[in-house]
């Protein structure tokens, strides 16, 4: 079974949440507020650092489904060790004045893997040398938060947001815990000692000029609720935004700046994944999302992770701005289901830079 197929297995189980999420529910909880002006920036790249989470999904599925399913405590199962990999990105912003800040989105989940590309990218030498600013964790699954470890490791004093819906034991792996003894679960022997803001709803955070973190309270699968995600203020462009695993919804996403920040009818673009068709199965309803993402006129789509291939490919084909990645991905010690042949490479993969 391929990491599509299990994932079409969590989508029957309703998995799929983030397709519930709409222009509609969460977008709600922050309107009728006053338009947040959070300023702009110059210029902004993202590096994908990992988007492969797992490389052997009847692996995963066998793990999960062994556990009581996909509803299950994701610290009450156990993984499959050697089949872990991880989601992370490097955010480089560009202020105005041209300085250059550097945001680290999530942190994967296999120590083994994340050394291993962290080393590859030189990410753990720019956390030794401080020129990461902040980690920004997007929600505390696995394979966006189990790793921490390894960018602590680095910088234990690394200024952090953290969703506040996270669960008890994710808290506890930060101040230095160990759930090792199950098999693929976490430990972290490098408690955080720096700042670490505890993100709320009804709330924007703002990094610095033209950047800022809205928390949506979303529901995920093994018990995870929650995510943080990211936009930015392109000068003359307008709002891209960037996600971990969009829960949310990608309407909802585009939709929350339209309703609630200055000239929020300016978007330009976004990164990350964006949670749809991820069991690789049409259905009509990824129709009505390519034709939602269309009235926005993005110029800049770049996808990958959880967001399907074949959503990307039809989104595409029906004039979508899908930014193309390389085989960069092929070099590394190990591939994920997007290493085939494709007639169109629809997706950024590990290595692959976007630059909005």
């Not at 753990?124 to 960018?151: A, P, Q, R, V």
């Not at 990350?272 to 129709?287: A, C, Q, R, Y």
């Not at 960069?328 to 997706?347: D, F």
Request: charged share 25%.
């Amino acid at each position: 079974m391929k990491r599509r197929d299990f994932l079409k297995s969590m989508a029957v189980t309703g998995a799929a949440v983030g397709l519930s999420g709409g222009v509609g529910t969460l977008t709600k909880a922050y309107a009728g507020r006053k338009r947040e002006d959070f300023g702009e920036i110059k210029g902004l790249k993202v590096h994908c650092i990992s988007e492969t989470s797992w490389f052997d999904n009847a692996t995963l599925g066998k793990d999960i489904k062994a556990a009581g399913g996909i509803n299950t405590n994701q610290y009450d199962v156990k993984y499959t060790e050697e089949n872990l990999g991880g989601y992370a990105a490097l955010v480089e912003v560009e202020a105005l004045d041209g300085k250059k800040t550097t945001y680290l989105l999530d942190t994967g989940w296999s120590n083994d893997w994340v050394d291993y590309v962290f080393e590859k990218d030189g990410i753990d030498k720019m956390l030794k040398n401080k020129e990461i600013s902040t980690l920004i964790i997007s929600h505390d699954h696995i394979d966006h938060y189990f790793g921490i470890e390894s960018t602590l490791k680095h910088q234990p004093d690394i200024k952090m947001y953290f969703p506040g819906t996270s669960m008890k034991k994710s808290f506890k792996l930060l101040k230095g815990a160990d759930f090792s003894a199950t098999p693929g679960c976490p430990k972290n022997t490098v408690p955080h000692t720096g700042e670490l803001i505890v993100t709320q709803t009804n709330k924007l955070y703002k990094l610095q000029d033209g950047a800022a973190l809205v928390f949506f309270d979303a529901p995920a699968t093994l018990q995870v609720r929650g995510e943080n995600v990211l936009y930015f203020n392109l000068k003359g462009k307008g709002y891209v935004t960037v996600t971990g695993c969009c829960h949310p919804g990608i309407l909802t996403l585009i939709n929350y700046a339209k309703r609630n920040f200055k000239d929020g009818n300016k978007n330009y673009g976004c990164y990350g994944g964006l949670h749809i068709s991820v069991f690789e199965n049409w259905d009509p309803k990824f129709d009505d999302i390519i034709k939602g993402v269309k009235t926005y006129n993005l110029t800049k789509i770049g996808c990958n992770h959880c967001t399907g291939w074949i959503w990307a490919e039809k989104a595409e084909q029906a004039g979508l701005p899908i930014v193309h990645g390389t085989d960069k991905n092929l070099s590394y010690k190990k591939t994920g289901t997007l290493a085939r042949a494709k007639t169109s490479n629809v997706y950024l993969g590990n290595g692959d830079e976007i630059v909005f």
